[in-house]
């Protein structure tokens, strides 16, 4: 197994992480829900008992947008 010839300083290793960080996802407000989500997501419409999936304007049955 391959090991290290010199030690890696703090330096040198915090360099490298410097691009780990973490990002705030975008977020949209949904026409039909008026919900705050994530963009290119199905938006769920609960009426009573009933469920319904929305994308892109469109009624969805979760497979394929009718």
Partial sequence: ?????RKISKTRRDKRRTHYKAI???????????????????SIVK??????????GRQSDGKRII
């Avoid at 026409?31 to 963009?39: A, L, N, R, T």
């Avoid at 009426?47 to 892109?56: C, D, I, R, S």
């Fill in 1 to 5: 197994m391959a090991h290290p010839k």
């Fill in 47 to 56: 009426v009573g008992k009933e469920v319904t999936l929305y994308y892109n």
């Fill in 24 to 42: 705030a996802p975008t977020l949209t407000i949904d026409p039909q829900s008026g919900e705050v989500k994530i963009p290119h997501r199905a």
